[in-house]
Each structure stands twice: as structure tokens, then as C-alpha cells.
């Protein structure tokens, strides 16, 4: 049966969200875009009402989501601020290998020590040569008695300052190539981390982003995630449930600038009527909700594929990031054009979400690789 409406559990879950989004993100969106700054007072006050994690399972401190529960709430907070949205949602990406592969004691140790420190954690998977080709990476992981010796560069971490610990790609058998990618639990405060300052960047400055070297970096064995070559694996298992949460962000966003707009646009007279009664301006705005009502049906599509077991989930996951992303890119666009000079001004926030969603239609893999995926499923 298909039904859009929401049930009564998932209405609770957008309510919630959306009143934290309305007290802590709205407000605050401004401000972190300004100072570029990790937001450790909303993410204390996500961890107090329950916001963080939220698709982690209760006994780990999450609120057991399924990913159609994730879409909505990750919608919410994007509405607000997609940077600060990030600085909690990168958590549940750097935290889904430990929920795919961790062994018991490890769930206990690691989800524990960020539940217990109200912390964040960080995914490290990219490096300076391995962008959208993982199988690049050049990092090693060698293992020397009870331990792996870790060497390597990463860059583009989000959270990775502010981070507990990083969850690694990194291969452990250099000769084997890609095909002993692993994946490894690296405490942050471990000797031999060199965290250079964080990245400037065109939006989400909320979020912070760090390259990382590792010179001789010691951890335990008992800090690998699964076997030794399952990190391929496990990077792109954790892309399939996460990708849909970067759509729904840029679903809120894309939902924010559209509204803004629109109320905009039926207060602001030229030729003496609102300019929303220009019909080019209408047709603009009625592309926009249009649009934001397509990526919905889409993610939310995607979400109910991967909570069923559909075997296409992956590729559904792939064009829910896609279109949400590039739709927002547009509807964002679109806002400012309509709002012309107040549009381009730091008075609104439709600049910002201009900024902020361009980042959407590269990170988790860039719109060009979700096609990649997109075109190797629909040709099996
Ligand atoms: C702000 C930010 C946050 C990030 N957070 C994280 C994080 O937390 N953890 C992490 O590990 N990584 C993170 N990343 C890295 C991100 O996932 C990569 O930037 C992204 O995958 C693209 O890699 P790249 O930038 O090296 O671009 P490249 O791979 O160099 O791509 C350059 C261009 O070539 C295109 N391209 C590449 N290969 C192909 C192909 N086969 N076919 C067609 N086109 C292709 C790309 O689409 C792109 O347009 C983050 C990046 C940014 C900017």
C-alpha cells in the first residue's frame, strides 16, 4: 500500500525536531556561518532532548530510527541549518561501520565513550589521492604483534577536532591493494595524530573540516572493525544508509528558501502589486514547491526501500542524494533570483542555504559518482 501520510510516531519524530530546530538551529544558523565553528551548544542540547544519533539502536544511546524515521528528522534539522545539521549527522556516518561491523565489546567501548562524553566522532575514509576512487587509498594499517601501526593522510574530515575518535580506511596488507582496506577505531588524543587547522570553506561553516597525518599512530587490534578487507565493504554499506540523510538536508534547506521566498514575495510591491503576483514570479515559486514535493516522494522512496530490504535500496539511496541535492542547488538559486538584493544579503538566509547546499552535491560522493551508481544498477 502506498500512503504519504505520516503515522503517528513519525509525526511525534517531526514535531520534536522541529521545535529543536526552531529553538537551537534557526537562531543560531547565522552565527556559526560567521564565527565557522564546531556548534558544541546545540550538539550538548541535541544530546540533552534526544536528537543526537538518532538512528543508532536505544541500547547505544540512539533512538533506534528506521531510515524513513532518519529522513524526516534529518529534513528538520536542515530546514534550520545544514551546517549544524551536519555537525550531528556526520556523527551517525562515523558511527554506522561500528553498527555494521563492531563486535559487542566494541559497541560497548566506543558507543559508550561517546554517549558518555556527550562527544562526536569522525569517518576518515577520504585522502589527498583517493577522492571519489576509495580504491586509491594509500594508508596503512600495519600490524605488529597486538597492535596496527597506522601511517597515512586523510583530508576533508568533518568533526575530526572536535572528534573522540576516527573511524579509518586504511589497508593493511599494501601489497593486496584496495583489497585490505579496513577499517579501524583510532582514538583522537592517540600519538602521531597531526590535525591541521580546520578548512576554510564556501558554506556549512558549522561544520569543521580537518586534514589529518598519521606519523607511527599505535592502536590495538582489538580496534578493527570486522575482518581485514572488509572496509570496502563496510565504507559503502554505511554510504547506502547514510546518503538519504545528505538528500533530506537538502530537502529542509531547499524547504526553508522556498519559504522565505514566498513570504517575501507577497510583501515586497513593484508596479504597484506584490511581485508573487508577477507571473514569472509565481511559475518560479510553483517549480520550487513542485520540486521540493518530487525529492520528498524520492527520499522518503528510497528510505522505504532500504527499511524493506529491497535489493535496489543502494541505487534509490543514490538518486534520493542526487535529485534532493541538485534540486536544492536550484530551488536555493532560484530563492536569491527571486529576492533579487534582499536575496543576496546576509539579512536572509537564502544566501547562506545558497552556499550551504552546493556542499550536498559533493560530499558522500560527488552527484557525478551517485550516477555512476545509478547507471551500473539500472544496466545489471
Ligand atoms: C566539506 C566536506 C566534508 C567532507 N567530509 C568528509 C568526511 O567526513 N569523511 C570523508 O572521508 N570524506 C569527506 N569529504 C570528502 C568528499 O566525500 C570528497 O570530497 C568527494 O567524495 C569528492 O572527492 P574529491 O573532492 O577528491 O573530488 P575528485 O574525486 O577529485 O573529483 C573531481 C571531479 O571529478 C569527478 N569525477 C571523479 N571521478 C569520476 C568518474 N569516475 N566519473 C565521472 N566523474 C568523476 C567528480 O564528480 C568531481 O566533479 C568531505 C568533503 C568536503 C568538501
Redesign the pocket.
Known amino acids: 500500500m502506498i500512503d504519504f501520510r505520516l503515522d503517528d510516531k513519525q509525526l511525534a519524530i517531526q514535531a520534536k525536531y522541529r521545535d529543536f530546530t526552531a529553538r537551537w538551529i534557526t537562531p543560531n544558523a547565522r552565527k556559526y556561518d560567521l564565527l565557522a565553528e564546531f556548534p558544541w551548544e546545540v550538539v550538548k542540547a541535541a544530546y540533552k532532548e534526544g536528537i543526537m544519533n538518532g538512528p543508532l539502536p536505544t541500547k547505544f544511546g540512539g533512538n533506534g530510527y528506521s531510515l524513513i524515521e532518519g529522513a524526516i528528522a534529518a529534513e528538520e534539522l536542515g530546514a534550520g541549518c545544514i551546517g549544524i545539521g551536519i555537525g550531528i549527522e ?1 556523527n551517525t ?1 562515523a558511527l554506522t561501520p561500528l553498527l555494521l561491523a563492531a563486535n559487542e565489546e566494541q559497541q560497548k567501548r566506543f558507543y559508550g565513550m561517546i554517549h558518555e562524553q556527550q562527544g562526536v566522532a ?5 585522502e589527498p589521492n583517493a ?3 576509495v580504491q586509491g587509498i594509500k594508508s596503512t594499517a600495519i600490524r605488529k604483534g597486538d597492535k596496527y601501526i597506522i601511517n597515512g593522510h ?1 583530508r ?4 575530526a577536532e572536535v572528534s573522540s575518535f576516527l573511524t579509518v580506511f586504511a589497508l593493511t596488507d599494501p601489497d593486496r591493494g584496495s583489497r585490505s582496506l579496513s577499517a579501524i577505531v583510532v582514538p583522537t588524543d592517540s600519538p602521531g595524530i597531526e590535525m591541521k587547522p580546520h ?1 576554510l ?1 564556501m558554506g ?1 561553516r558549522a ?1 569543521v ?1 580537518n586534514e589529518i597525518i598519521f606519523h607511527d599512530v599505535e592502536v590495538p587490534v582489538a580496534n578493527l572493525l570486522g575482518e581485514e578487507g572488509h572496509g570496502f565493504l563496510i565504507a559503502m554499506k554505511t554510504f547506502d544508509r547514510t546518503r538519504n540523510g545528505v538528500g533530506s538536508l537538502a530537502l529542509g534547506a531547499a524547504r526553508t528558501a522556498y519559504e522565505t521566498a514566498m513570504e517575501w514575495s507577497k510583501k515586497r510591491i513593484q508596479f504597484g502589486k506584490p511581485i508573487s503576483q508577477q507571473q514569472i514570479i509565481g511559475f518560479m515559486l510553483a517549480d520550487m514547491a513542485t520540486n521540493i514535493e518530487a525529492a520528498r516522494s524520492l527520499v522518503w522512496r528510497a528510505a522505504s526501500a532500504f527499511d524493506h530490504g529491497d535489493k535496489k535500496a543502494s541505487m534509490y539511496s543514490a538518486m534520493a542524494k542526487l535529485y534532493a541535492s541538485d534540486m536544492a542547488m536550484k530551488v536555493a538559486t532560484d530563492a536569491v533570483q527571486v529576492m533579487a538584493g534582499d536575496g543576496y544579503s546576509q539579512d536572509y538566509l537564502v544566501e547562506k542555504i545558497m552556499r550551504d547546499v552546493k ?1 550536498n552535491q ?8 551517485q550516477r ?1 551508481v545509478i547507471s551500473k544498477s539500472i544496466m545489471k
Open positions: 556526520a556516518l569522525a569517518y576518515a575514509l577520504t577522492g571519489s576512487d586523510k576533508f574530515i568533518t568533526n578548512m570553506k556549512q561544520s573540516q556542499l559533493i560530499y558522500e560522493g560527488t552527484n557525478q559518482v555512476l
